[in-house]
């Protein structure tokens, strides 16, 4: 029987309980503190990976709670932006159908269909998150950065490079949709066992 509390997986756990300190302090108008606990937030996302590679604790709970706390942070923070208008409503749709279509595969299959799969993130899958949260601190700081110093500079260069980086990751969340929605029948009939 698989260790659930290791050193990776409290790691993953923390990314997710640091979702709502980082949104009060957003909130509160404590930007730096938010942003540094936002970094530590997205620092775990890379160390729990490397760590369980290091100490020799992979396993099956930790390769479902990363994703998992990846989707949380994603979720929760782009609706934060929607709220805010920041972001367009219909890429944060897009991130909601893709995100939850994927979170509710766990229930789904694990515990009312009783089917045990795996998860191996592809790579565009894991380019997708990463450019995620590249957006996110992108959107967070030009905001800190407008609100303390207005400069010309985010009136001409900050909006082509957000949206072209809101197209980019737009297609790299309809290609990982695309590409679920069949994996995950495959998996549900027994013709697959491993969402990539």
């Given at each position: 029987?698989?260790?659930?509390?290791t050193?990776?997986?409290?790691?993953?756990?923390?990314?997710?309980?640091?979702?709502?300190?980082?949104?009060?302090?957003?909130?509160?108008?404590?930007?730096?503190?938010?942003?540094?606990?936002?970094?530590?937030?997205?620092?775990?996302?890379?160390?729990?990976g490397?760590?369980?590679?290091?100490?020799?604790?992979?396993?099956?709970?930790?390769?479902?709670?990363?994703?998992?706390?990846?989707?949380?942070?994603?979720?929760?923070?782009?609706?934060?932006?929607?709220?805010?208008?920041?972001?367009?409503?219909?890429?944060?749709?897009?991130?909601?159908?893709?995100?939850?279509?994927?979170?509710?595969?766990?229930?789904?299959?694990?515990?009312?269909?009783k089917?045990?799969?795996?998860?191996?993130?592809?790579?565009?899958?894991?380019?997708?998150?990463?450019?995620?949260?590249?957006?996110?601190?992108?959107?967070?700081?030009?905001?800190?950065?407008?609100?303390?110093?207005?400069?010309?500079?985010?009136?001409?260069?900050?909006?082509?490079?957000?949206?072209?980086?809101?197209?980019?990751?737009?297609?790299?969340?309809?290609?990982?949709?695309?590409?679920?929605?069949?994996?995950?029948?495959?998996?549900?009939?027994?013709?697959?066992?491993?969402?990539?």
């Amino acid at each position: 029987m698989e260790r659930t509390w290791t050193w990776p997986n409290v790691l993953t756990i923390s990314r997710i309980l640091l979702i709502a300190p980082v949104l009060w302090s957003w909130s509160e108008g404590h930007y730096l503190l938010s942003i540094a606990l936002a970094a530590i937030m997205f620092l775990t996302d890379f160390l729990d990976g490397k760590l369980a590679r290091a100490l020799n604790q992979q396993s099956a709970t930790g390769a479902i709670l990363d994703p998992v706390a990846d989707k949380l942070v994603v979720l929760s923070m782009f609706g934060y932006l929607l709220y805010l208008e920041r972001v367009p409503f219909w890429y944060v749709a897009l991130i909601y159908v893709r995100d939850i279509a994927q979170l509710l595969s766990i229930p789904i299959l694990m515990w009312w269909m009783k089917i045990q799969f795996k998860v191996k993130p592809s790579l565009i899958a894991k380019w997708g998150t990463a450019l995620n949260f590249i957006l996110l601190f992108w959107i967070f700081g030009h905001i800190l950065v407008t609100e303390q110093l207005p400069d010309p500079y985010s009136q001409t260069w900050e909006p082509i490079i957000r949206w072209s980086l809101l197209a980019v990751s737009s297609l790299i969340e309809i290609y990982v949709l695309v590409t679920y929605i069949p994996r995950f029948f495959q998996i549900m009939t027994g013709r697959h066992d491993t969402f990539e």
